[in-house]
């Protein structure tokens, strides 16, 4: 499974931007998809994630103002920010498995394919 993550950049507090994440290869038809971010200095941490079976699980911090989606036809997941804020500043990458459960979905170890990030900088 390859993933090309997009859409990142500069906005300001407040505003709204839209990453995506285009995956190619294999079938994750019963898997899961997510999204993590790193900010410098700290470890990467979870932030939204879609099972096969359409569960949607958030980050406490990120509840009530981002939504993950996903468009079947094109192969790509969607993780729309909206209020953003300067701490949601980091390097945000997709991840994908093939496999799936609810109580690890939360854990980047569950995920074997990532990525490369793409940089949201959220000025104050």
């Known amino acids: 499974v390859q993933l090309q993550a997009s859409g990142g950049g500069l906005v300001q507090t407040g505003d709204s931007l839209r990453v995506s994440c285009a995956a190619s290869?294999?079938?994750?038809?019963?898997?899961?998809l997510g999204w993590f971010r790193q900010a410098p200095g700290k470890e990467r941490e979870f932030v939204a994630a879609l099972s096969w079976n359409d569960g949607i699980y958030y980050a406490d911090s990120v509840k009530g103002r981002f939504t993950i989606s996903r468009d079947n036809a094109k192969n790509t997941v969607y993780l729309q920010m909206n209020s953003l804020k300067p701490e949601d500043t980091a390097v945000y990458y997709c991840?994908?498995?093939?496999?799936?459960?609810?109580?690890?979905?939360?854990?980047?170890?569950?995920?074997?394919?990532w990525g490369q990030g793409t940089q949201v900088t959220v000025s104050s």
């Open positions: 290869g294999r079938s994750i038809s019963r898997g899961a």
């Open positions: 991840a994908a498995d093939l496999t799936f459960s609810f109580h690890t979905v939360r854990f980047a170890r569950s995920y074997k394919y």
